[in-house]
């Protein structure tokens, strides 16, 4: 059974607001979902991810399984108790990895880029058949077997939320003919990711199966049927969307053309995409989480997210025109870069020396302005305003002054871990 309730939609797109009811609580929809790849939001604590706004966050399975390892995790009361995270978490399955490891990154192929040759320790995959993939270690250069029933004991021993089906992410780079060899696998490791999942998971643990099938259309939206036949709780769409923001769009719609649509139709997650266009996008899209490293990434090498699209809403801190400015990073952002008054000299400072400080501050501000991106899009379907809101944020509003500028209402108060 389905467990999103939609609340409201806009009449001019797919987008939908609506509240996702977990085992540890609720996810106001459209969301945002911060990368928890090791079981930590990279130099924040858990009660700081929360007060940026965010509702939920992403484990993932391969390498909690490599490193400290799902029994551990499992003994000491499971991810969210090792974490500290009492909110929602959903799983990556570990699948994702299993394309990096072997094709590296979608931007690295259309690049052209070739993976470097793997050290002993440094990870690559060894053979990927019906059975599951075999892959080195990146820990210990040891040979390890992943299977879609593996990765759904790993995913139960940390009892996420959401747990994510075994799939092959899909190269960008190979021909229709293997992308539909592929595709197939990956719809019989769904049933039996469904298979182990129905006589094993955790009470209250939500599947999403997950949507391949490359840019082929035909393939692409097969795949959205076979997942939304499954009896999935949820629906992910990854895999290589495309060499450029159209040709995505393009995919996704045509997933998202084959789910239904009903007042509790399954949950949409669109896997690693979390560019401010994208996920402006992908809200009139009709997907209700995302998740992406891009937020926690740039605030890491010193690069914050400001309402300045001609710039793609970044602001590069290390650059030394920031060396004396007295400006504030953000005008009234309430993340504490910002709301205690730091300049961007001293910010560009803490940027240009490495500061873990400066790390920590512009991944706070960078996950509060994504936040605030969310709530305005959701409350935005809420108030029938859609297409306004988007058009003013694509055109450089901040975002955040519309839920700062009335007082949280039902569903809209920030959740506390």
């Known amino acids: 059974m389905a467990r999103l309730a939609i609340q409201a939609r806009d ?10 009811r977990t085992a540890h609580g ?50 000491l009361g499971g991810l969210h108790r090792f974490m500290g995270w009492s909110g929602p978490i959903i799983t990556d399955s570990g699948g ?44 210990d250069g040891g040979e390890r077997v992943l299977t879609p029933e593996g990765s759904m004991a790993v995913q139960a021993a940390l009892g996420s939320d959401l747990a994510l089906a075994f799939d092959e992410c899909t190269p960008f780079h190979v021909d229709r003919e293997y992308t539909a060899r592929s595709t197939e ?43 939304a036949a499954s009896g999935c709780g949820g629906v992910a769409i990854g895999g290589s969307l495309g060499a450029d923001k159209a040709q995505m769009y393009e995919v996704v719609s045509w997933a998202v053309d084959e789910l239904d649509d009903g007042h509790e139709s399954p949950p949409r997650h669109l896997l690693g995409i979390g560019e401010v266009d994208d996920l402006i996008r992908g809200v ?63 910010l560009s400072y803490l940027a240009r020396a490495k500061e873990l400080t400066g790390m920590r501050l512009l991944t706070l501000h960078n996950l509060t302005f994504v936040a ?15 297409a306004q809101t988007a058009a003013a944020l694509r055109a450089g509003a901040a975002p955040g002054r519309a839920r700062r500028s009335k007082r949280a209402g039902p569903g809209e108060s920030h959740p506390s871990t």
């Open 11 to 20: 009449e001019a797109s797919r987008a939908r607001a609506g509240i996702l």
């Open 185 to 227: 696998r990956t719809h019989r490791w769904l049933e039996r990711c469904r298979r182990w999942h129905e006589r094993h998971a955790p009470a209250g643990q939500l599947l999403y199966g997950i949507v391949q099938g490359g840019v082929h259309e035909d393939l692409r939206r097969g795949s959205a049927q076979a997942v």
């Open 372 to 386: 605030d991106l969310m709530s305005d899009l959701r409350l935005a379907i809420i108030a029938g305003r859609l």
């Open 26 to 75: 609720d996810v106001r929809t459209p969301a945002f979902v911060p990368l928890a790849t090791k079981g930590t939001v990279k130099g924040l604590l858990a009660q700081e991810v929360a007060d940026a706004g965010l509702d939920m966050v992403l484990g993932n399975t391969l390498h909690l399984l490599l490193s400290p390892g799902p029994e551990l995790i499992e003994r």
């Open 96 to 139: 994702f990895q299993v394309f990096s490891m072997g094709h590296g990154t979608v931007a690295e192929e259309i690049k052209g880029r070739g993976r470097p040759a793997p050290s002993h320790t440094g990870g690559s995959i060894l053979e990927i058949a019906e059975t599951g993939v075999r892959f080195r270690s990146y820990v």
């Open 284 to 346: 009139e899209l009709g997907i209700d989480t995302f998740d992406c490293a891009m937020p926690t990434r740039l605030g890491r090498h010193g690069t914050a997210l400001i309402a300045d699209p001609k710039r793609r809403w970044r602001l590069d801190l290390s650059k030394g025109r920031w060396r004396e400015s007295e400006e504030p990073l953000v005008e009234g952002c309430p993340c504490p870069a910002c709301s205690t008054g730091l300049s961007r000299a001293y």
